[in-house]
């Protein structure tokens, strides 16, 4: 019962943690649609492969270091439990 319980409560503030983000682009997207020379510039350089191959590489070192920071969430929730 005790981790049934707990895995609601981790999959409910997952889905807050989520829905905070996606709020704020939403706004920020109507409020400022400008395309400024360093948002063409920073583009431009992903139009060809190496610029493209460095943005997935940077997307990945992000998305590995937020999977880390939610397991060590996880895993202090699991600790007090």
Do not use: C, W, Y
Request: avoid cysteine.
């Amino acid at each position: 019962m005790k981790t049934n319980k707990l895995t609601a409560l981790v999959l409910s503030a997952l889905m807050v943690f989520m829905a905070v983000p996606i709020a704020f682009a939403e706004n920020s997207i109507t409020t400022a649609n400008v395309v400024t020379p360093v948002d063409q510039s920073e583009v431009t350089a992903m139009n060809n492969q190496h610029g493209a191959k460095m943005r997935v590489e940077q997307l990945e070192k992000r998305m590995q270091f937020n999977l880390d920071k939610g397991s060590k969430v996880i895993d202090k929730l699991l600790e007090k439990n």
